[in-house]
């Protein structure tokens, strides 16, 4: 595989069960380097499209390349060059932070130096001590740990946050941006759109089993879904709201006509706004997951 072709590439990828259809035909490229961002609601297909580019379950039609292979036929040699950080882990916990590295580290042929992956996941104090005894930011830092320790050229990240304190997300997003800087591809899922936003180069939007949008953050969805609101109340209290591609000249025109106005703000549709207008809140329930 060349630095110039995609990490991953996938082409009308299609998943069926009997009559039920998982995946209708989802194309999308992630780039060398890039964290790319795999959206939608719960049902609509990524557990599907991810679990198929893991090579943990087969496709039923059209074609899948990771790191240049087929994850359908791949072997051994294939999968150590993944990182994969699951939902839920499973861990007993009986064992030290270091423990575990060192045993996971065992199944790589060019693993990290194990003190260095505990010391970039900010738990060299905690490499003595039990995984059951861990906070559940720390276990999570535990989990990127075993995901990263094979010097991965790809990192799958399921729901990575889920459960976070909002301190403890933060932090996990700084190790994820560290990762990038070193060249880590990353392929993410989440719910937390404000997560998206801050990681993710690009992002593709599944609903229903369909990609309906793809692109950088500040590209998906429909134009008119990102224009501003200006909002105001009147001298009688009533609320008045105008969307325009030009707030500065509605807020001018305001002033020069009312002078000062109560409650005025400027509001720009968030990702969660241009998220939320574009699956249109129903999804076809995923069979995979359901049988997960």
């Given at each position: 595989?060349?630095?110039?072709?995609?990490?991953?590439?996938?082409?009308?990828?299609?998943?069926?069960?009997?009559?039920?259809?998982?995946?209708?035909?989802?194309?999308?490229?992630?780039?060398?380097?890039?964290?790319?961002?795999?959206?939608?609601?719960?049902?609509?297909?990524?557990?599907?499209?991810?679990?198929?580019?893991?090579?943990?379950?087969?496709?039923?039609?059209?074609?899948?390349?990771?790191?240049?292979?087929?994850?359908?036929?791949?072997?051994?040699?294939?999968?150590?060059?993944?990182?994969?950080?699951?939902?839920?882990?499973?861990?007993?916990?009986?064992?030290?932070?270091?423990?575990?590295?060192?045993?996971?580290?065992?199944?790589?042929?060019?693993?990290?130096?194990?003190?260095?992956?505990?010391?970039?996941?900010?738990?060299?104090?905690?490499?003595?001590?039990?995984?059951?005894?861990?906070?559940?930011?720390?276990?999570?830092?535990?989990?990127?740990?075993?995901?990263?320790?094979?010097?991965?050229?790809?990192?799958?990240?399921?729901?990575?946050?889920?459960?976070?304190?909002?301190?403890?997300?933060?932090?996990?997003?700084?190790?994820?941006?560290?990762?990038?800087?070193?060249?880590?591809?990353?392929?993410?899922?989440?719910?937390?759109?404000?997560?998206?936003?801050?990681?993710?180069?690009?992002?593709?939007?599944?609903?229903?089993?369909?990609?309906?949008?793809?692109?950088?953050?500040?590209?998906?969805?429909?134009?008119?879904?990102?224009?501003?609101?200006?909002?105001w109340r009147d001298a009688a209290g009533v609320r008045h709201e105008e969307r325009t591609t030009e707030p500065a000249g509605v807020v001018a025109a305001l002033y020069a006509t009312h002078g000062e106005v109560m409650g005025l703000e400027v509001v720009r549709p968030s990702l969660e706004d241009v998220y939320l207008q574009l699956v249109g809140g129903s999804a076809a329930p995923d069979l995979a997951e359901e049988l997960s």
């Amino acid at each position: 595989m060349t630095s110039t072709e995609p990490v991953v590439s996938v082409r009308d990828l299609r998943k069926t069960y009997g009559a039920f259809t998982a995946l209708g035909g989802v194309s999308f490229d992630i780039e060398r380097g890039e964290t790319f961002a795999l959206l939608g609601p719960n049902g609509a297909g990524k557990s599907t499209t991810i679990e198929i580019l893991e090579g943990y379950r087969n496709r039923s039609g059209g074609d899948a390349t990771v790191l240049g292979v087929d994850p359908q036929t791949a072997g051994v040699e294939w999968k150590a060059r993944l990182g994969i950080v699951l939902q839920s882990t499973g861990e007993s916990g009986n064992v030290t932070v270091r423990e575990q590295l060192a045993h996971f580290a065992g199944f790589y042929p060019h693993p990290r130096d194990v003190d260095e992956v505990i010391s970039a996941v900010g738990l060299t104090d905690k490499s003595r001590t039990r995984i059951k005894a861990l906070s559940g930011g720390q276990r999570r830092r535990v989990d990127v740990a075993l995901g990263v320790i094979g010097r991965p050229e790809l990192l799958f990240l399921d729901e990575p946050t889920t459960g976070f304190d909002p301190e403890a997300r933060r932090e996990f997003w700084e190790l994820i941006r560290e990762l990038k800087r070193e060249g880590t591809t990353i392929l993410l899922t989440t719910h937390y759109l404000d997560e998206a936003a801050q990681l993710s180069d690009r992002a593709a939007v599944i609903s229903g089993g369909l990609l309906i949008d793809i692109g950088r953050l500040d590209e998906i969805g429909h134009p008119d879904a990102r224009i501003p609101a200006v909002r105001w109340r009147d001298a009688a209290g009533v609320r008045h709201e105008e969307r325009t591609t030009e707030p500065a000249g509605v807020v001018a025109a305001l002033y020069a006509t009312h002078g000062e106005v109560m409650g005025l703000e400027v509001v720009r549709p968030s990702l969660e706004d241009v998220y939320l207008q574009l699956v249109g809140g129903s999804a076809a329930p995923d069979l995979a997951e359901e049988l997960s």
